[in-house]
């Protein structure tokens, strides 16, 4: 089975601060992928990856920076909290082709 | 704009009963389809794919296609409570690189 972890289930962080989320898939995928979830707006895409070191804006890029220096780990950086950015963060992963992607467990950030 | 629509429900059915879930979506190049649950607080699921025209089916779950009317299902029969869950469509649009267009997602509600 696919195993996608992040780092945190649970993260509270206050504003201003910079703040990493963390990702690890252990099937060698190519594309991983961040994600926040709020009510009623459904699942945006923020970055994806689809090789080491390449990355490329999804949707919702903005105040968001990501890295990609391992093929199995992808990060999420918010450079500096700020309250509106309180959400679910989800990342997952998929191989190449017309595939489905697996999720993590997600991290719910709450930003003070 | 490529688009996935779901009705966001909520759609009650009593137990036993077959559960009718619905998406329609707008690229016509569309290559794959995907179904996955999602309950309250947790992380999507993947629990079916489906490539080609006609219907897929997984234990008591089965998936229709039909790429001429743009529309894909998701039929669950002899619904249990514990498919209460939030149920989202996928579509691989097909072109470049290979991000899914979730729609919002269609809430389903069994009564025992």
């Known amino acids: 089975d696919v195993k996608v972890t992040q780092s945190s289930r649970y993260l509270v962080k206050r504003t201003g601060e910079k703040v990493f989320l963390e990702c690890v898939q252990d099937m060698d995928h190519e594309n991983m992928f961040w994600y926040r979830q709020d009510p009623g707006l459904g699942l945006r895409l923020i970055y994806f990856?689809?090789?080491?070191?390449?990355?490329e804006k999804g949707d919702i890029p903005e105040g968001y920076s990501v890295s990609r220096e391992k093929k199995e780990r992808f990060s999420l950086i918010l450079e500096s909290a700020s309250t509106n950015q309180t959400s679910m963060y989800l990342c997952?992963?998929?191989?190449?082709?017309?595939?489905?992607?697996?999720f993590g467990d997600g991290t719910r950030l709450s930003i003070l | 704009q490529k688009e996935v629509e779901q009705n966001s429900g909520p759609l009650s059915v009593p137990e036993g009963a077959i559960a009718s879930l619905n998406c329609t979506y707008s690229d016509r190049g569309s290559q794959s389809f995907f179904w996955y649950r999602q309950y309250s607080g947790k992380s999507p699921e993947l629990i079916m794919s489906?490539?080609?025209?006609g219907d897929k089916e997984d234990g008591r779950f089965t998936a229709q296609l039909n790429k001429a009317s743009q529309y894909v299902s998701l039929l669950i029969r002899d619904s249990q409570p514990s498919d209460s869950a939030t149920y989202l469509c996928a579509v691989n649009p097909g072109t470049g690189f290979q991000k899914l267009v979730f729609g919002t997602g269609t809430r389903l509600l069994v009564s025992p």
């Open positions: 489906i490539y080609s025209n």
């Open positions: 990856s689809y090789d080491v070191k390449m990355k």
């Open positions: 997952a992963s998929s191989s190449r082709g017309n595939q489905p992607q697996h």
